[in-house]
């Protein structure tokens, strides 16, 4: 019986040596199982902790701009109260010296009237060039004083502006396109304006021509000589190439432009 005991305690003993080392490996592997967690929590941690530092840099970025906007536009409000207060005292006064004006400015109405009826009358029995356009920037000019659209001392401004121009048209030679009558209809035409000493006119459909004085009138009248139509083109050419001086045989005769006209 003995042996039989001794023999089953050797089993048992045998038995539980086959056990220990397999609880053994288990136990490890859960200790493994719970560093790598640990370590894949720690590195959750550190990339929260992380995120929440620029999320942190970035608030205190954006209440720093914010602050510095908020002093900008006080800054700005200040300046923009000073500019309308600036105003304000500006339109006061110019309130106070245009009803000044307006008593002086009464005086200047009939002496404006004058001047455009003189120019009115210079314009259309003067050189035929752009007739309809100058006459109707001086209309415009006596509408706004009828009107009071614009107050009599600018009128005379702009009569002041208007007779320069009027001025510059005597010694300018240079190219423009203008409507004109010819043979009873109204054409478009290239003129070449020298001065107010001579015109000439090529149309679209190739005719050639000058304007010529006949009585009190002026009229556009197409050239027929070759000579003078192969003049005409040459001196269109040479505008065209902005060649504003020198000596050119036309069909009124030599004409110089003067250097700088």
Request: contains cysteine; hydrophobic residues 40%.
């Amino acid at each position: 019986m003995l042996e039989s005991f001794c023999r089953a305690g050797l089993a048992a003993v045998l038995a539980l040596g086959t056990l220990l080392p397999a609880a053994s490996v288990h136990g490890q592997d859960d200790l493994d199982a719970l560093a790598e967690e640990l370590v894949r929590l720690r590195g959750e941690v550190e990339s929260l902790n992380a995120e929440l530092n620029s999320a942190q840099e970035q608030h205190r970025a954006r209440m720093n701009s914010l602050a510095a906007q908020k002093g900008d536009l006080e800054a700005t409000r200040r300046r923009e109260d000073l500019r309308i207060r600036s105003l304000e005292e500006d339109l006061a006064d110019n309130r106070a010296r245009a009803e000044q004006a307006g008593i002086a400015g009464d005086a200047l109405v009939p002496v404006a009237e004058a001047a455009i009826a003189d120019l009115r009358a210079h314009i259309a029995d003067g050189f035929p060039f752009k007739l309809d356009e100058r006459l109707a920037a001086l209309d415009e000019i006596a509408n706004q004083l009828q009107s009071g659209s614009l107050a009599p001392p600018r009128v005379i401004n702009r009569l002041w502006s208007f007779y320069e121009d009027e001025l510059r048209l005597t010694r300018e030679n240079a190219l423009y396109s203008q409507i004109i009558p010819l043979d009873g209809e109204r054409v478009l035409a290239d003129v070449a304006k020298l001065g107010t000493v001579a015109m000439y006119f090529t149309t679209r459909d190739e005719r050639v021509g000058q304007v010529v004085r006949v009585g009190d009138d002026w009229r556009f009248t197409e050239l027929e000589s070759r000579e003078d139509r192969q003049r005409v083109e040459d001196l269109f050419d040479s505008l065209t190439k902005q060649i504003r001086t020198g000596y050119f045989e036309l069909p009124n005769g030599t004409i110089q432009l003067e250097p700088g006209a």
